[in-house]
């Protein structure tokens, strides 16, 4: 099966003389099993969806089948060509970059209400990807990603963690994660030098905090030092102070050391 898609995959690349670009962190899914779970897992059967960095296609076609309407973002036009070719205007395709392209006018575009994402998202943007979506406001009510093993990892991590940081708060403050599958190299093609995970986000009840993420900023700036220090320069020492005795924090903690809910706490004293 995997050989098949594989011959597949390369066969469509070849007929537009493409190639993958490693720059680009181009590894195409070609593991039939792993596509039917991801797909199982997203659950966006009647629903608007929007896809990142959907490459060749893999997860896009059966996308298509089950949702309701398909945006995807795509940054190399080598591919977008190839998308079209196969999809036509049945998805909503945009040739940009995610990290700069306008979310809420691709929200409009696909339904205006909740949405779900998935993508498999390339190693070297993950965090700013995930922290674009974490922070978006948007009513994304579940997202399916294929990430680097090492950091799915951060969407669980809990306090203490040497990983734990406003990727994990801000994940557990408004979603629960699960985890989906391990993947390894051997999934994609070309192979990666990593293994791989996908994790589904389910978003919660909690309403979005507008300064959590400029505050978990502040928090986690410098980790050494203590969440009184690090909060001087982001509303001034008394206010930090009043609001951190208010959420019954010592001053001398540092911010490895709280849980998401207490982060919450300071961001509404604050």
Same mark, same amino acid.
Request: net charge positive; charged share 20%; glycine share 6%.
């Given at each position: 099966?995997?050989?098949?898609?594989?011959?597949?995959?390369?066969?469509?690349?070849?007929?537009?003389?493409?190639?993958?670009?490693?720059?680009?962190g181009?590894?195409?899914?070609?593991?039939?099993?792993?596509?039917?779970?991801?797909?199982?897992?997203?659950?966006?059967?009647?629903q608007?969806?929007?896809?990142?960095?959907?490459?060749?296609?893999?997860?896009?076609?059966?996308?298509?089948?089950?949702?309701? =309407?398909?945006?995807?973002?795509?940054?190399?036009?080598?591919?977008?060509?190839?998308?079209?070719?196969?999809?036509?205007?049945?998805?909503?395709?945009?040739?940009?970059?995610?990290?700069?392209?306008?979310?809420?006018?691709?929200?409009?575009?696909?339904?205006?209400?909740?949405?779900?994402?998935?993508?498999?998202?390339?190693?070297?943007?993950? =965090?700013?990807?995930?922290?674009?979506?974490? =922070?978006?406001?948007?009513?994304?009510?579940?997202?399916?990603?294929?990430?680097?093993?090492?950091?799915?990892?951060?969407?669980?991590?809990?306090?203490?963690a040497?990983?734990?940081?406003?990727?994990?708060v801000?994940?557990?403050?408004?979603?629960?994660?699960?985890?989906?599958?391990?993947?390894?190299?051997?999934?994609?093609?070309?192979?990666p030098?990593?293994?791989?995970?996908?994790? =589904?986000?389910?978003?919660?009840a909690?309403?979005?905090?507008?300064?959590?993420?400029?505050?978990?900023?502040?928090?986690?700036?410098?980790?050494?030092?203590?969440?009184?220090?690090?909060?001087?320069?982001?509303?001034?020492?008394?206010?930090?102070?009043?609001?951190?005795?208010?959420?019954?924090?010592?001053?001398?903690?540092?911010?490895?050391?709280?849980?998401?809910?207490?982060?919450?706490?300071?961001?509404?004293?604050?």
């Open positions: 099966m995997r050989k098949d898609r594989i011959e597949q995959l390369q066969s469509m690349l070849d007929s537009l003389s493409l190639m993958p670009n490693k720059a680009l181009q590894n195409f899914l070609v593991d039939d099993v792993a596509i039917s779970r991801i797909l199982d897992a997203a659950d966006v059967r009647g608007a969806v929007l896809e990142i960095g959907p490459g060749a296609g893999a997860l896009t076609e059966g996308l298509l089948q089950r949702a309701k =309407t398909v945006a995807a973002v795509e940054i190399d036009a080598r591919m977008c060509a190839l998308l079209r070719a196969r999809f036509g205007n049945a998805l909503l395709l945009y040739n940009e970059d995610f990290l700069k392209t306008d979310l809420s006018a691709i929200h409009r575009a696909l339904c205006g209400g909740a949405f779900c994402v998935t993508g498999n998202l390339p190693y070297y943007i993950t =965090t700013p990807v995930c922290m674009r979506l974490l =922070t978006s406001e948007l009513p994304i009510s579940r997202m399916t990603l294929m990430v680097q093993q090492e950091a799915a990892v951060r969407f669980f991590a809990l306090p203490g040497r990983v734990y940081g406003p990727m994990s801000l994940t557990q403050v408004y979603y629960t994660p699960s985890r989906v599958m391990e993947l390894s190299p051997e999934s994609y093609y070309p192979q030098d990593v293994n791989s995970s996908v994790v =589904t986000l389910l978003r919660n909690q309403p979005f905090l507008s300064n959590l993420a400029s505050l978990l900023k502040a928090c986690f700036a410098m980790r050494r030092k203590t969440i009184a220090n690090n909060l001087k320069g982001y509303g001034g020492k008394q206010p930090a102070m009043d609001a951190l005795a208010a959420c019954g924090i010592a001053p001398a903690a540092r911010a490895e050391t709280l849980a998401p809910e207490q982060f919450v706490q300071l961001c509404e004293q604050l």
